[in-house]
């Protein structure tokens, strides 16, 4: 019979496993090599590219209010793409909505687009697990098909002028350095009047 010990260690190995491959997948979808060092990580940061268009945002909350893209002009917007049955979006989220109450006087948005998933499958999830920021509800799919690779977790940090600066692919620590390195330049761009 197998010890507590050695179930955690399989547990451990399998969500190393489960890591390699999604930044594996997440390095190949997104162009890039397959370096052990990148294949090691929880995410991948990629820039937005330059001539890649913005895609549209119409989305409703599960409070029914409607969010455009071109009605967050000025801010700093953070949309994660996620879905409740992905175990790197529920750990991530926690440490997101920590981003959103730290930074939300600085200008920064943050919002979860949740993938295809009926309200009520949601708002269950969320009595388990409670998310301040608004969760947007991607019904169709189609938001999510336009700003990912289809990875999840994936995070679009978009900038005041409203055009997408980059990309993360996979889980990250939203309170921590590497997190901050990459919004406070955002943050620190000029507000719209």
């Known amino acids: 019979m197998p010890s507590m010990v ?97 930074r939300s006087q600085d200008g920064v948005v943050v919002a979860a687009v949740n993938y295809l998933e009926p309200a009520a499958k949601i708002r269950s999830y969320l009595e388990q697990a409670p998310f301040k920021p608004p969760i947007l509800l991607d019904s169709d799919g189609d938001a999510t098909v336009a700003w990912t690779p289809r990875v999840f977790p994936t995070t679009v940090l978009i900038g005041r002028d409203g055009r997408p600066a980059q990309t993360v692919v996979g889980e990250l620590d939203w309170q921590g350095a590497e997190a901050e390195s990459l919004l406070q330049p955002l943050v620190a761009g000029r507000r719209k009047a």
């Open 6 to 102: 050695s179930n955690r260690r399989t547990a451990s190995g399998r969500d190393r496993r489960r890591r390699f491959v999604a930044a594996a997948s997440a390095a190949l979808l997104l162009g890039g090599a397959v370096p052990w060092r990148v294949a090691r990580a929880a995410h991948v940061v990629r820039p937005w590219p330059a001539d890649r268009p913005v895609p549209p945002l119409d989305l409703l909350d599960l409070d029914g209010k409607r969010w455009r893209l071109e009605a967050l002009a000025g801010k700093v917007v953070v949309f994660n793409f996620w879905a409740t049955w992905c175990k790197p979006c529920r750990i991530e989220m926690p440490s997101l909505a920590a981003l959103a109450a730290r």
